[in-house]
């Protein structure tokens, strides 16, 4: 069985033959997608579907996996991970009526995986990924990578805002003496 490098296949086949189905090994780009701190590394997304003709159309199910290369919220260095998405999505056949309007077409004898593929993995991409879960990261005033080392850094300035509060805190620590 070969596999697919094309997200754009050809269903003549098993449409309009309901019960028939095939397997397609998929290994192709999804170029474009991507976060703020996240996207799908080139070439890395492969799956394993089954497409299979029903009365409507073709039924895709399957689990697409991608490559991931992130870049940590906190500390800003590349990693990499990888996602995975279960998806079981019909393709609407010419002339038959749609659930929704957002359903996924067959354009004349193939459909085109991509979209559906696009808004599986999409919904995966981390929107904060963290490259360990004790990540310090960076100093927020003078930038240094705080899993690295410390930094000479001192906050000794206090918010105004909390001013009354610390004066209550020395009139207590004098009632107490």
Request: aromatic share 2%.
């Given at each position: 069985?070969?596999?697919?490098?094309?997200?754009?296949?050809?269903?003549a086949q098993i449409l309009g033959r309901p019960g028939?189905?095939?397997?397609?090994?998929?290994?192709?780009?999804?170029?474009?997608?991507?976060?703020?701190?996240?996207?799908?590394?080139?070439?890395?997304?492969?799956?394993?579907?089954?497409?299979?003709?029903?009365?409507?159309?073709?039924?895709?199910?399957?689990?697409?996996?991608?490559?991931?290369?992130?870049?940590?919220?906190?500390?800003?260095?590349?990693?990499?991970?990888?996602?995975?998405?279960?998806?079981?999505?019909?393709?609407?056949?010419?002339?038959?009526?749609?659930?929704?309007?957002?359903?996924?077409?067959?354009?004349?004898?193939?459909?085109?995986?991509?979209?559906?593929?696009?808004?599986?993995?999409?919904?995966?991409?981390?929107?904060?990924?963290?490259?360990?879960?004790?990540?310090?990261?960076?100093?927020?005033?003078?930038?240094?990578?705080?899993?690295?080392?410390?930094?000479?850094?001192?906050?000794?300035?206090?918010?105004?805002?909390?001013?009354?509060l610390e004066e209550l805190k020395a009139k207590l620590?004098?009632?107490?003496?």
């Amino acid at each position: 069985m070969s596999r697919v490098q094309s997200l754009k296949i050809s269903v003549a086949q098993i449409l309009g033959r309901p019960g028939t189905q095939k397997e397609i090994p998929v290994v192709a780009p999804l170029e474009g997608l991507q976060g703020p701190l996240a996207r799908v590394a080139p070439e890395s997304v492969r799956a394993e579907l089954r497409v299979e003709a029903v009365v409507e159309g073709v039924l895709v199910t399957g689990r697409p996996v991608a490559t991931l290369e992130l870049e940590c919220a906190r500390c800003l260095k590349p990693f990499g991970a990888e996602v995975a998405s279960e998806v079981c999505e019909l393709f609407v056949a010419p002339g038959t009526e749609a659930p929704d309007e957002d359903a996924y077409r067959i354009d004349g004898l193939e459909i085109d995986l991509e979209p559906m593929l696009r808004d599986a993995l999409g919904l995966e991409l981390p929107l904060n990924p963290i490259c360990s879960k004790d990540c310090k990261g960076l100093c927020a005033h003078c930038g240094a990578d705080l899993n690295v080392g410390t930094c000479d850094c001192r906050d000794d300035a206090t918010d105004p805002r909390w001013a009354p509060l610390e004066e209550l805190k020395a009139k207590l620590q004098e009632e107490r003496t």
